[in-house]
């Protein structure tokens, strides 16, 4: 399965913008988060989030969408779900953009996890249009280019600012949905269980029928 080709991307217009270009003009803030960095198959996925400052600083307040101090991953499979609804929404009425990169195993084990990590950030921003005056926020070790000189790494960034918050959740239930629909290629591998994150189950179906397409082969050793 090609997974490279798999992206999303929302760019706020509706009733607030009316093209990329025109929202580019207006101060933003821009948040990024990955998901996928550990799996032995599947993807690594970045989502790129934008917002206007003014707007960012009413929907910080929004109690509909994501609280801080609690990781993506910890929240149950619903709530991730719900709110990435209210963030679709949110996108449609043009008060924030977004885009989702899913960048695959072959590229990974071809280039390595921090190149394919870079690609990702590389192509939302790209297809964002973002400018380099925006104020960048990033969780973890993820950086933009250099290009973009206002941005700022935060340990557990999507614990501390919501915007990262919100392209965390993103990027968490994009790729759990399209590991669910590999899932349907490979039955016997219940990567809609565990989203090819190394379990015990995991790994004992790697050692019964081999690797698939989607695995990660510098992920796995022969032991």
């Known amino acids: 399965m090609h ?20 929202y580019n003009m207006k101060k933003i803030v821009v948040g990024m988060d990955e998901v996928g960095r550990g799996p032995l198959a599947g993807p690594v996925t970045v989502c790129v989030v934008s917002c206007n400052t003014d707007t ?28 990435e609804k209210i ?11 977004y885009s989702i990169n899913h960048i695959g195993n072959k590229i ?17 921003i790209k297809k964002l249009k973002l400018s380099q005056n925006a104020r960048v926020l990033l969780d ?23 915007i990262i918050a919100w392209a965390s959740v993103l990027a968490k239930v994009s790729r759990d949905k399209l590991m ?20 015990e189950k995991h790994r004992k179906m790697i050692k019964k029928y081999g690797l698939t397409l989607i695995h990660r082969k510098s992920f796995i050793t022969s032991k």
């Open 140 to 162: 973890g070790g993820l950086h933009a280019p250099k290009e973009f000189q206002n941005q700022k790494t935060l340990i557990k960034g999507d614990e501390k600012e919501k």
């Open 87 to 97: 963030l679709k929404a949110l996108a449609k009425e043009g008060k924030i953009s």
């Open 3 to 22: 997974l490279e080709g798999n992206s999303e991307s929302v760019c706020g217009g509706g009733r607030i913008w009316k093209t990329c270009d025109d």
């Open 180 to 199: 669910t629909q590999i899932s349907k290629k490979y039955p016997k591998y219940g990567f809609h269980i565990h989203k090819g994150y190394g379990t």
């Open 56 to 83: 960012y600083k009413k929907l910080k307040i929004y109690k509909k969408l994501p609280p801080l101090g609690k990781d993506s991953k910890k929240l149950k499979e619903q709530e991730r779900e719900s709110y």
């Open 108 to 124: 990974i084990d071809s280039k390595g996890l921090s190149f394919a990590i870079r690609k990702a950030i590389f192509l939302g």
